[in-house]
């Protein structure tokens, strides 16, 4: 037998490979809305390796049944890269990532109430010869400015199949399948003709880095073309030793074709506009459009921040009053669930853990997911509307007096749901030195960690019943303001002093707006609660039963009273016998100038690990069950200091909230900080500069509210 018949049987006994279909489209494009329609929970979320770049993957089944691999790549208006989440698209659909496989087809997303913008990246990708389709998403927001997409005359002209879609609502589907079912071919045209001059000076430098060993020998002209393109000042995805050859082989033909790569661009734009010429038709003058008429109003130099603010108002008057009636049924399913335990089990160690260590702590923390799950909602709502790209925009101003642009702006109010998600999203910003500084104050904005907090204190400060819900939800948004006003006081300071480098300007495409898919807002909030049940469920419980043994043991020498007036002096004797109490002791010299006393330090130890643990803890330390949060606040408000002083003034509840408004009482935060920066560096200086303005914030509140004769 030859060796080459024994190679072909070889290689017709390996299974043959899953086919890898790649989603590539501009940010707003539905893009990912595409991705979770074709492969539901059929999918997982890490990391690129060496990036810090979100890579999804997921599979779905063509219509013949055969499997089918897909990886959602960021979303990027061109491979010119200028930011890492660019750079690794343009690298895998280069081929040049070991940990990915070339893609061996593409699905293009493109919007097509703005499909001119679109065909920019979506004919870069076609260049380079892979198989593709692409999507018009979208096309109710087309029609409704009267756009006009001949679909079959753009394939043709295309040379790769065109699907409408309206991916929101499902439209185009089962069409899309389809097309991911046949075999998809290569296009069959160059869209852009690069000026011959220009193509001259391309080939040589492609055979000079050919030469170097920068680029392979079968490389294909745009792939030296894209990586002297390159703007990220990190410069992923390029080994060190080939930045300067590569930032040379671009200085050289700058020298010898001044603006060369503006008149690339220019020529592309002309080369898509000869490509739509007869395909598109649009009115003859643009009629005013329902984004058009909204956006009169929400970008309105004075009506937008008067909007802003009157929603976000609105999103904390819901959260008080909707979520009001779910927090009383959890209230008695927890109350019910301690009775239960106590009518079943004697009394001893193990029954007082499970009441009140495990229920009294986690129900403590679950009994907030209905206002949790409500800020998630109005978030979510926001972004499948197109308001928060609005958001950004109406920011860019005052970001800008800081040093930032609008752009920083969109990973900090994602923070105002979690730190996490939002110092994650800092991927998308160019400069180094803005990505930092929004990372630095992203946990300036409050989470939604801090709502249980800011409730029982709010509840603690009004012991009368008759406060408006106004009146709280007005207190609750003052804490987002000071977080807020915080982060850009935070951001102006490090932008003047440590952070080096040149901020970058805000290039930010306007979404039109469309009606909410509540499906997809679902979708949004089920997975937000599925991590905070699964953290309350583990970190919670774990803490929870830590913190009963810290407050149970070492256990006084003499047995409890059975009189009821001598049983409340011996917990508290024994609560500050026991560990917590003892380290409680230990700080309280150092929060009491800001009015807490050792019961408070215990909260604040333990809610490092989670803020809104603080709530739980108090619950434990005061043997509140039920989880209602009125008797927990009787019980804050008969809690006096050894000379008959209460210790929950208004004022104490005044300085604790602010307190939590500044200080870093997350692990979670720190690990993704640590992950994001590569090293504790940066996170340590977050502890160390976070923990000081919120003592700092606090004294002044108490201290300067007792000097006014608060």
């Known amino acids: 037998m030859s060796a080459t018949a024994s190679a072909s049987e070889s290689r017709m006994r ?18 990912s809305t595409i991705f979770n329609a074709l492969t539901g929970l059929k999918q997982k979320v890490a990391n690129y390796p060496g990036v810090t770049v979100e890579k999804r993957e997921g599979t779905c089944f063509n219509q013949h049944g055969k499997r089918i691999r897909l990886i959602d790549l960021p979303g990027t208006y061109s491979l010119n890269a200028r930011s890492p989440d660019e750079a690794v698209v343009r690298d895998v659909l280069l081929g040049r990532r070991t940990d990915t496989p070339r893609p061996d087809a593409v699905i293009l997303v493109a919007d097509a109430s703005n499909v001119e913008r679109n065909l920019y990246l979506a004919t870069q990708v076609l260049e380079l010869g892979l198989p593709s389709l692409l999507v018009l998403n979208m096309t109710d927001v087309a029609e409704a400015k009267q756009w006009r997409i001949d679909v079959e005359k753009l394939s043709q ?26 075999e998809l071919q290569k296009a069959d045209n160059k869209v852009l003709p690069i000026p011959p001059d220009i193509l001259e000076g391309l080939q040589q430098t ?7 060993g920068t680029v392979a020998e079968n490389a294909s002209l745009l792939e030296p073309l894209y990586l002297i393109s390159d703007h990220d000042p990190a410069h992923y995805g390029i080994e060190d030793s080939q930045v300067n050859r590569l930032a040379a082989a671009h200085d050289d033909l700058e020298n010898k074709f001044p603006g060369w790569e503006d008149r690339l661009a220019a020529s592309r734009y002309e080369a898509v506009e000869k490509l739509l010429l007869g395909a598109l038709r649009r009115p003859e003058c643009d009629e005013s459009t329902t984004t058009d008429r909204l956006d009169s109003v929400f970008l309105h130099p004075v009506w937008g921040g008067v909007c802003m603010g009157a929603i976000m108002l609105g999103v904390f008057y819901m959260i008080f009053s909707v979520a009001e009636g779910p927090m009383d049924w959890i209230d008695q399913i927890t109350g019910l669930a301690g009775g239960w335990i106590e009518s079943i089990m004697p009394g001893g160690d193990l029954r007082d853990l499970i009441v009140n260590g495990v229920i009294v702590g986690v129900g403590g923390v679950v009994k907030f997911l209905p206002q949790i799950l409500l800020l998630f909602f109005f978030i979510g709502m926001m972004e499948d509307t197109g308001y928060m790209a609005r958001v950004a925009f109406i920011m860019d101003k005052f970001m800008g007096r ?22 994650m999203a800092t991927r998308t910003i160019a400069s180094p030195k803005d990505r930092l500084i929004t990372i630095l104050i992203a946990p300036l904005a409050s989470c939604s960690a801090r709502l249980p907090v800011y409730t029982l204190m709010i509840a603690a400060m009004f012991p009368a019943s008759g406060v408006s819900t106004l009146n709280k939800a007005l207190l609750m948004l003052g804490m987002y303001v ?3 006003g915080g982060a850009f006081a ?7 002093t440590m952070a080096k480098g040149r901020s970058s300007l805000m290039v930010l495409e306007m979404p039109t707006y469309k009606r909410p898919a509540l499906k997809h807002v679902a979708r949004y909030m089920l997975e937000r609660a599925k991590l905070f049940l699964v953290r309350a469920g583990t970190v919670i419980l774990g803490l929870s039963i830590l913190l009963w043994a810290a407050k149970t043991y070492p256990k006084l020498s003499t047995p409890e009273p059975a009189d009821a007036a001598a049983k409340i002096e011996y917990r508290s ?25 050792w019961k408070i330090g215990i909260g604040l130890i333990s809610s490092f690990a989670a803020r809104e643990f603080f709530v739980s803890t108090m619950s434990i330390i005061y043997a509140v069950e039920g989880e209602d949060i009125e008797p927990l606040k009787a019980k804050l408000a008969a ?29 979670s935060t720190v690990a993704v900080v640590k992950r994001e920066t590569n090293g504790w560096k940066w996170p340590l200086f977050q502890i160390v500069y976070m923990t000081g303005a919120a003592w700092l914030a606090s004294f002044v509140v108490y201290q300067g509210g007792k000097l006014i004769g608060f």
């Not at 609560?575 to 009015?595: D, M, N, Q, T, Y």
């Open 490 to 496: 935070f951001a102006w300071l490090f932008n003047r």
């Open 639 to 667: 809690d006096k200091w050894p000379d008959g002083r209460p210790i929950f003034t208004p004022l104490v509840c005044l300085s604790l909230m602010v307190f939590y408004v500044f200080a870093m009482q997350c692990l």
């Open 573 to 597: 004797s024994q609560l500050s016998h026991s560990i917590a109490g003892r380290a409680g002791h230990f700080i309280e010299p150092v929060i009491k100038p800001l009015g807490y006393d």
């Open 402 to 423: 800081v040093g930032l642009n609008g752009r920083s702006f969109v990973p900090f109010f994602s923070s105002y749901a979690c730190a996490v998600p939002g110092i």
């Open 14 to 31: 390996q299974p043959a490979r899953e086919p890898v279909f790649a989603l590539v489209g501009n940010p707003n494009s539905g893009k």
């Open 157 to 182: 002209r295309l040379g790769v199949p065109v699907v409408p879609m309206q991916a929101t609502f499902g439209k185009g589907l089962l069409e899309l399948k389809a097309a991911i079912s046949r």
């Open 482 to 484: 000071l977080g807020t």
């Open 206 to 212: 492609r055979a000079d880095l050919v030469r170097s």
